[in-house]
């Protein structure tokens, strides 16, 4: 029996901004990481996400980013380390006050963005985040994109991890995502996403945008809460890994 656990990106809407199908989405994924409120998401989103996390049975996690709002948290910033810390901090104590509130445990911190990306190599930032969970409380799981030295660096420092591949991203052959200037960048034909998913797990393998086969490893596939289809991609995948003999749970 294969197992995957299923996560998306959630609470990405702001004020009167409405982004993703959270509502949709949730009914299908065992694992959602939601914004806090830097590169997206408010007090009032993030309590909503919570509480339809805790009704599903969905365990939660912080999605922290950048504190840009206006670039969704997507282009590159030049922090210190302490910055880093720091901002990992209050955007995690935010989403845990409304974890604790609704008598959940948060399961895990996935990089949101340019941060998450600069995890991929930067080995100095990447512990900057992992000291800020390993302080908050060094239970909770670290997701890291399949391939980048944030794993590595979570697992030196004892922290649980999961790594993440992704539903919708194309490859470089170094298992960074393609950047999404760049065309192909996406993966938007259901078909072909759903066929990947099943090779990345059953065959650990992925066809890079070069055509180059690689390796990859994941625990935790993720699917980005929006894009155009992401409703479309999650409905598809649980049915097509049900069929596959893939089973989908979190891990709490």
Known sequence: M???????????SFGAYRIGNDEGIIQ???????????????????DKVVRMAKERGVAVGAHPGYP???????????????????????QIGALVAFTQSYGLK???????????NLCQYDREVSRAICEAVYEIDP??????????????EAQKMGLKTAAEIFADRAYMEDLSLVPRK?????????DLAVERCVKMIKEH?????????????????????????????????RKEFQSQGIAIRNFL
């Open 2 to 12: 294969y197992t995957i656990d299923l996560n998306s990106d959630m609470g990405e």
């Open 28 to 46: 299908h994924i065992t694992s959602t990481n939601v914004a806090c409120g830097y590169h997206a998401g408010d007090p009032m989103v993030m």
């Open 68 to 90: 840009d709002l206006m670039g969704f948290g997507r282009r590159k910033m030049v922090l210190s380390t302490d910055e880093v810390k720091n901002y990992m901090k209050y």
């Open 106 to 116: 948060l399961q895990h911190v996935a990089p949101h963005g340019a941060l998450g």
């Open 139 to 152: 239970s909770i799981r670290i997701f890291y994109c399949a391939g980048a030295v944030l794993g590595q």
């Open 182 to 190: 760049q065309p192909g960048s996406m993966i938007t034909d259901e």
């Open 205 to 237: 393998k992925v066809t890079a945008i070069t055509g180059k086969e690689i390796a990859i490893q994941g625990d935790t596939l993720c699917v980005h809460g929006d894009g155009a289809k992401a409703l479309a991609f999650v409905e598809r995948i």
